[in-house]
């Protein structure tokens, strides 16, 4: 029960938005860095975008396209996505960064157990 709880997914078609919760359930947002995820078939885990102590990240792959806020008082990050393309379809995660408040530079080969709290993910389809 201790974890993040992701919802918001869904089907959408190309060029439509969603918007993405990160639920807090069983504990309260601590300060370190909270990093979107997303895994899709036959590709590699990609670091989406994260939240820090007064830093921001996001993959050049969404860059201008994604938005990542949180808000405290909801123990809820979010991440708005527009301009939804077909490669964006994937399963969405959110966790927490064990060791840094800052957002990274790049998270490309990140290890699970660099981060904690992992949720179930939701689905994001992006099809016309």
């Known amino acids: 029960q201790v974890q993040f709880v992701e919802s918001g997914g869904g089907l959408v078609q190309p060029g439509g938005s969603l918007r993405l919760s990160c639920a807090a359930s069983g504990f309260t947002l601590g300060l370190n860095a909270i990093v979107w995820f997303r895994q899709a078939p036959g590709k590699e885990r990609e670091g989406v975008s994260c939240t820090g102590d007064g830093s921001t990240y996001y993959a050049d792959s969404v860059k201008g396209r994604f938005a990542i806020s949180r808000d405290n008082a909801k123990n809820t990050v979010y991440l708005q996505m527009n301009r939804l393309k077909p490669e964006d379809t994937a399963v969405y995660f959110c966790?927490?960064?064990?060791?840094?408040?800052?957002?990274?530079?790049?998270?490309?080969?990140?290890?699970?157990?660099?981060?904690?709290?992992w949720g179930q993910g939701t689905q994001v389809t992006v099809s016309s």
């Open positions: 966790a927490q960064d064990t060791s840094f408040k800052h957002c990274s530079g790049a998270y490309d080969n990140v290890r699970d157990y660099q981060f904690e709290y």
